[in-house]
């Protein structure tokens, strides 16, 4: 039965894929669609599947609950974040409205905890706001502040500062290497790397905090 389940829940991320491939189409602007319609299919293909695959990784850690819902969707949303930011260096506002909804959702399970999530809101989202005020908005984009602070929420401060870093080091270290090998220009989208901190974050962020405080503990 578990595996019937499992099964049906890639399955429907895989359906919920297709929707998400059409947002990107709308919101990337796509010219010569008939020029590229083969590359298209392609691509959205991959998008399902990557979108199947993030479903079933999540209700396979965390079983069926609240919990996975809220985690499976908001993985949907980061895969979005990631490929429209990587194509047009934006981050559309519904995406962290949409986030930040999530959060709320969470936390109305855990109120209990609500300074976690409280301060996870403004940990990263504030470090950046401060970042984007002293370069004057060429350090970080708004969408980066706002898609920390929604997902500061979601998760709560440690994880999110985790998230943070992990996105960080990713950016640094594969940018990096985009600009030697392909020669990519030194401007960096920085949305797909903290969407991947962040699917860490929401996926292992406890556990690799715990191991991480157990060395020095």
Same mark, same amino acid.
């Given at each position: 039965?578990?595996?019937?389940?499992? !099964?049906?829940?890639?399955?429907?991320?895989?359906?919920?894929?297709?929707?998400? *491939?059409?947002?990107?189409?709308? #919101?990337?602007?796509?010219? #010569?669609?008939?020029?590229?319609?083969?590359?298209?299919?392609?691509?959205? *293909?991959?998008?399902? &599947?990557?979108?199947?695959?993030?479903?079933?990784?999540?209700?396979?850690? $965390?079983?069926?609950?609240?919990?996975?819902?809220?985690?499976?969707?908001?993985?949907?949303? &980061?895969?979005?974040?990631?490929?429209?930011?990587?194509?047009?260096?934006?981050?559309?506002?519904?995406? #962290?409205?949409?986030? !930040?909804?999530?959060? &709320?959702?969470?936390?109305?399970?855990?109120?209990?905890?609500?300074? #976690?999530?409280?301060?996870?809101?403004?940990?990263?989202?504030?470090?950046?706001?401060?970042?984007?005020?002293?370069?004057?908005?060429?350090?970080?984009?708004?969408?980066?502040?706002?898609?920390? /602070?929604?997902?500061?929420?979601?998760?709560?401060?440690?994880?999110?500062?985790? !998230?943070? /870093?992990?996105?960080?080091? /990713?950016?640094?270290?594969?940018?990096?290497?985009?600009?030697?090998?392909?020669?990519?220009?030194?401007?960096?989208?920085?949305?797909?790397?903290? !969407?991947?901190?962040?699917?860490?974050?929401?996926?292992?962020?406890?556990?690799?905090?715990?191991? $991480? &405080?157990?060395?020095?503990?």
């Amino acid at each position: 039965m578990k595996y019937i389940f499992e !099964a049906i829940m890639f399955l429907c991320g895989i359906l919920a894929g297709v929707f998400l *491939n059409e947002y990107i189409d709308r #919101n990337t602007n796509q010219e #010569n669609r008939t020029i590229k319609r083969s590359r298209s299919i392609c691509s959205g *293909n991959v998008l399902k &599947l990557v979108n199947g695959l993030l479903w079933l990784w999540i209700f396979v850690i $965390y079983g069926f609950r609240i919990e996975s819902i809220v985690f499976a969707l908001c993985a949907s949303v &980061l895969l979005v974040i990631a490929v429209i930011d990587f194509k047009t260096y934006e981050i559309p506002i519904a995406c #962290n409205i949409l986030i !930040a909804i999530l959060g &709320l959702i969470r936390l109305l399970f855990h109120v209990w905890d609500w300074k #976690n999530y409280v301060i996870g809101f403004f940990a990263v989202s504030g470090f950046f706001y401060i970042l984007y005020w002293i370069t004057k908005g060429r350090g970080i984009g708004g969408g980066d502040i706002k898609l920390m /602070a929604a997902s500061g929420l979601l998760l709560g401060w440690k994880e999110i500062v985790f !998230a943070m /870093a992990v996105g960080s080091i /990713a950016g640094a270290v594969i940018h990096t290497f985009r600009m030697k090998i392909s020669k990519e220009d030194r401007v960096l989208a920085f949305g797909p790397y903290l !969407a991947l901190g962040i699917l860490v974050a929401m996926l292992y962020g406890q556990q690799c905090i715990s191991w $991480y &405080l157990s060395l020095f503990l």
